[in-house]
């Protein structure tokens, strides 16, 4: 008799054992060491980049294209007007060295905003003018429907005026008076000036002319500049990029392969590139990146969370470890439209209770290695300062959790399930719409991948399941798409909860201001919160003048709770060699400076 | 493919086998001691992950954050404890009951699901042979671990919810192994003299054909169960396995490995090593049975 299965079966428990021996190999060497411990590389001008390889290299975002690693690529070829950073010196947080203009210039009504360029050149040694800022401003108001970060209402909407003074010159009316800080941050961190005399034609063959300038020519330059960013394999043959402004030039690409930037020579700004060549290398897995990094192969790369135990073990071989703090904030989304939990989570009282439950103190500490910090509110803590719930308005208090349960009319039994006892809209009853015996359970719709996340999900499960309230943790590969803003009768709405925060949930640009997160019918505002008094504060931010209307907006959501708030994760934990100069500070808002980089 | 009643010429017309037949097939059983451990080491795991907790009992629901990673004999955990704060010896025998009972009940279903089927086109061939057996390729000629990983990512998984996902493709195997069976017996004097006096199609199938391919039936769902409890291992590997608290031995082996390089060997070897020796367990269970049900090795 023969059959597969015997085979199939014996091959399985072979896999398993190489499965353990492989481990206990790496077990038993998990101390060994003898390679170089000086971490430098003496002589060398090159450095080797863990990183994913990009796939956009045109400087406006386009939707499905907005990866980080698209930002990190486009800005060492081609610089936006401004930079930024949240060392809290610079005035609008504008780095005042990196940006191409000076910061603007405010009329005394507060609409209008003039800019001034400082003097720079392409590589090919052009001048960049207010022209290649008039080509882009062209490009995006004729075809902001294909332009991802347009949102209604924002810019170039909210613009009355853009004028061209002179060659150095422009200014732009609002049609408010906004808030200086967040329409710099917020929106005139889009603007990136185009090659408009490189550029400024509708096929590879045509001669470069005013196109761009009407309307319908606009459309025909964009979509030609589109079609040649959608075709990777010529990135480092097509024309169109070889002129750039950025310190890096592209020498070669392969796609979905490796990438090498080389220094560009012409470059005009004043933070020069150091090394020659940055080799950005793609791995297939965060377990095939740390083997190489472990072997030191490369010289730049991350720790993922399940190996952070390996940090001394790196470290004796040379590399320094360093986590990347985010300009982030990470939390677990209610779903407000759900038929029926959301009439749940519209009492106050039980986001309370259900925030009370979640001990962001430890879990941080034990759980994320450290590696992640407590979310307090809306807007972000100084990246790397909080450690603990000191300032948060509600910390880890299981017992205060159950009184408040009790006391709006909910029969809790520990370890059981809790239900309302008490229905009614009374101060001591459960709340409108909530029937007797209605049971607490969720389901957490979270992410498959990541281990700390699965740990963290089983801790809060075991703390709510004290209380009765009953969790169940479901993980999909892409937790956003599946819990996406529904209506109530959708059938797409019957989430309950959605987690999409391993890596922090949402990376704000320098102001942190929540119109795209948490005000009524917000774009990412995937719950469907809505509270008029959090929609006045919100808009308030786009238009005060001072920072207390942050403040304001920050307290408020901090208090209401629209979501619940989590541990934020750094976005990675870095391991660089020793050796490697000018790495850190690591931008909060997720931009590598390659040419800050230099060998001891 | 089977071709035992080819070579020991036609079976006795009968609807169980006499008991000196039992009692030889279980000599010969005993007479192999592989099958004997691989009895031993079923029983011996079975007891540890069903009456272990009895003896040995810990929280398995709530985790215990200030006792995370604990080394073996640590504060009375004698296996240590996980990255939550589980106790691990405990936690192996939680995984040992959901593993053992999605393996059973899966290789059970797959079983009777797949002798049914295969029977039933083995029997009577012709549109209903064709469109079982097509149905069949189709369905084997996708890898099965990617439909579990798919059908495991739609759904919630849970032990019920495993055991019919695999359930639902592990049928394959046996219906292909039992049709050939059928096509076989189904021209036997023994069957055809039922047909002749008036017996249905349906009698045949659950009188004659089913108890006399009943040893290639055992005997793959021995290898069926160690099978399922594979399956469950892989989905648990993959991250799609029953979430927190429940547990079982794949998805412990996949939360040990994170911890590889950390030296926390006793998250990595015991949940390994039980999947080691369950699935050869059955294996030798398998060879064990096919032995006591192949009549030319009862004479050796």
């Given amino acids: ?600 | 493919m089977s071709t035992l009643s080819e070579a020991v010429g036609p079976a006795e017309p009968t609807d169980t086998p006499p008991r000196g037949l039992w009692r030889q097939g279980l000599t010969v059983f005993c007479e192999n001691r592989l099958a004997l451990v691989g009895l031993g080491l079923f029983v011996l795991l079975a007891g540890v992950s069903f009456l272990g907790p009895l003896v040995y009992q810990t929280d398995q629901v709530h985790t215990d954050l200030a006792s995370v990673h604990l080394a073996p004999g640590e504060q009375g955990h004698l296996l240590g404890t996980d990255g939550v704060g589980y106790d691990q010896l405990g936690r192996l025998m939680l995984g040992g009951q959901t593993s053992i009972i999605v393996g059973l009940a899966a290789g059970v279903l797959a079983t009777i699901v797949g002798t049914l089927l295969g029977a039933i086109a083995g029997f009577f061939g012709g549109w209903v042979d064709a469109a079982v057996m097509r149905v069949v390729d189709a369905m084997m000629s996708i890898p099965s671990l990617f439909l579990f990983m798919l059908l495991a990512a739609i759904v919630t998984p849970s032990a019920p919810m495993l055991i019919l996902i695999i359930g639902a493709f592990a049928w394959l195997g046996p219906a292909r192994l039992v049709r050939g069976e059928a096509l076989t017996l189904r021209s036997r004097e023994y069957v055809q003299a039922m047909r002749g006096m008036g017996g249905t199609g349906g009698r045949a199938v659950r009188r004659h054909i089913i108890p006399n391919a009943i040893g290639t039936v055992i005997v793959n769902a021995t290898f069926q169960v160690a099978d399922a409890i594979l399956y469950v291992a892989y989905l648990s590997f993959l991250g799609l396995g029953i979430p927190p608290p429940a547990a079982n031995w794949g998805g412990m082996l996949s939360d040990g490995l994170a911890d590889t390089y950390s030296g926390h060997w006793w998250l990595l070897y015991p949940p390994g090593i039980a999947i080691i020796l369950i699935v050869l367990a059955f294996n030798f269970i398998g060879d064990g049975l096919r032995d006591a049900f192949e009549v030319r090795l009862r004479r050796r």
């Fill in chain 1, 1 to 600: 008799m023969t059959s597969r299965f015997p085979g199939r079966a014996l091959r399985g428990a072979v896999a398993a054992a190489a499965t353990i021996a492989l481990g206990a190999g790496l077990v038993g060497c998990g101390d060994n060491s003898g390679s170089s411990k000086d971490g430098g590389s003496q002589g060398k001008d090159t450095v080797t980049v863990a990183f994913r390889t990009p796939n956009w290299i045109l400087p406006i975002s386009a939707p499905g294209f907005t990866q980080g690693e698209n930002a990190i690529f486009g800005q060492a070829l081609y610089r936006s007007l401004y930079q930024y950073r949240l060392d809290g010196t610079a005035q609008y947080n504008i780095d005042p060295e990196r940006s191409m203009a000076e910061p603007p210039q405010v009329s005394d009504d507060g609409r209008t905003l003039t800019i001034t360029l400082k003097d720079n050149s392409w590589s090919d040694g052009t001048p960049i003018t207010t022209r290649d800022i008039q080509f882009w401003y062209d490009l995006v108001t004729a075809n902001k429907d294909k332009w991802a970060s347009y949102r209604a209402g924002g810019f170039p909407d909210n613009v009355d005026e853009w004028s061209i003074k002179d060659e150095k010159t422009f200014s732009i009316t609002t049609t408010e008076v906004y808030n200086t800080a967040w329409f710099v941050d917020n929106q005139l961190n889009r603007i990136t000036p185009l090659p408009q005399h490189a550029w400024d034609k509708d096929s590879a063959t045509a001669d470069v002319s005013d196109l761009a300038s009407s309307p319908e020519g606009a459309k025909k330059v964009f979509d030609f500049l589109i079609a040649a960013s959608k075709d990777p394999k010529t990135y480092d043959s097509n024309e169109l990029w070889q002129v750039t402004s950025g310190a890096w030039k592209l020498e070669k690409y392969v796609p979905n392969g490796e990438v090498t930037l080389a220094a560009e020579p012409n470059y005009s700004g004043t933070d020069k590139p150091k090394l020659s060549k940055v080799v950005l290398r793609p791995f297939t897995s965060d377990d095939a990146e740390f083997n190489v990094l472990r072997a030191g192969d490369i010289d730049y790369g991350y720790v993922p969370a399940a190996n952070m135990s390996q940090t001394s073990y790196l470290e004796s071989k040379g590399y320094t470890v360093s986590p990347w703090y985010g300009w982030s904030i990470t939390y677990l989304q209610l779903n407000y439209n759900n038929p029926k939990s959301g009439v749940l989570f519209e009492q106050p009282y039980l986001r309370q209770s259900l925030q009370m439950l979640i001990d962001q103190p430890t879990i941080s500490k034990v759980i994320w290695s450290d590696t992640a910090a407590p979310t307090c509110g809306p807007v972000p803590a100084k990246p790397g300062t909080n450690t603990d719930t000191a300032g948060c308005v509600y910390s880890f208090d299981p017992a205060k959790a159950k009184e408040l349960l009790e006391s709006h009319g909910w029969k809790v039994t520990p370890d059981g399930q809790t239900t309302c006892q008490s229905p009614g809209t009374g101060p001591n009853q459960c709340g409108e719409g909530i029937a007797a015996g209605t049971p607490l359970e969720f389901t957490v719709t979270s992410q498959t991948g990541f281990a700390a996340t699965t740990k963290m999900f089983a801790e809060i499960k075991s703390q709510m399941a004290k209380l009765g309230i009953q969790l169940t943790i479901k993980e999909v590969p892409d937790s956003v798409a599946v819990t996406p803003t529904c209506e109530p009768t959708e059938a797409s709405c019957s989430w309950d909860m959605s987690f999409f925060g391993s890596q922090g949930s949402w990376y704000y640009p320098a102001f942190a201001s929540g119109e795209r997160l948490f005000a009524t019918d917000a774009p990412v505002n995937l719950g469907s919160y809505s509270n008029p008094e959090a929609d006045k504060l919100i808009e308030a931010t786009q238009f005060a003048g001072d920072e207390s209307a942050l403040t304001a907006y920050n307290d408020f959501l901090a208090k209401d709770l629209p979501v619940l708030w989590m541990p934020n994760p750094v976005y990675q934990v870095s391991a660089y060699r020793s050796g490697l100069q000018g790495v850190e500070p690591q931008d909060p808002m997720n931009l590598m400076y390659f040419q800050d980089w230099s060998w001891k």
